[in-house]
């Protein structure tokens, strides 16, 4: 059975942190790319972070060196830690996997073959 289910989101004050996490079911957290994606008030789901099977990640540019994802040693978790947090990172953040993609960047910039996702945790930086 295929579940993702996010936490961690909260409401913060610009400059603050937060850590989100997504717990997998094993057949998802084995996909080839893992990721977080957001959607901010009125504009499309985006990409935010992904990871692949090898460590290797990558960033939507606007969050590259404030954000860091990352994958639990000894359970099947997702991370998002969320430093030096802006007004423009206010959305619902969604983590999904799947092993249709192979490659992380076109994994966050083209989502719409994506079939597991969770159902989403809001952030709101005020």
């Known amino acids: 059975h295929v579940q993702l289910v996010e936490s961690g989101g909260g409401s913060v004050q610009p400059g603050g942190s937060l850590r989100l996490s997504c717990v997998a079911s094993?057949?998802?957290?084995?996909?080839?790319?893992l990721g977080w994606f957001r959607q901010r008030p009125g504009k499309e789901r985006e990409g935010v972070a992904a990871?692949?099977?090898?460590?290797?990640?990558d960033y939507v540019d606007s969050v590259k060196g404030r954000f860091t994802i990352s994958k639990g040693n000894a359970k099947h978790i997702l991370y998002l830690q969320m430093n030096s947090l802006k007004v423009e990172d206010t959305g619902l953040y969604y983590c999904?996997?799947?092993?249709?993609?192979?490659?992380?960047?076109?994994?966050?910039?083209?989502?719409?073959?994506?079939?597991?996702w969770g159902q989403g945790t809001q952030v709101t930086v005020s």
């Open positions: 094993a057949d998802v957290y084995g996909s080839n790319c």
């Open positions: 999904a996997g799947d092993s249709l993609y192979d490659d992380i960047r076109y994994f966050l910039v083209a989502p719409g073959k994506i079939e597991n």
């Open positions: 990871i692949d099977n090898d460590g290797t990640t």
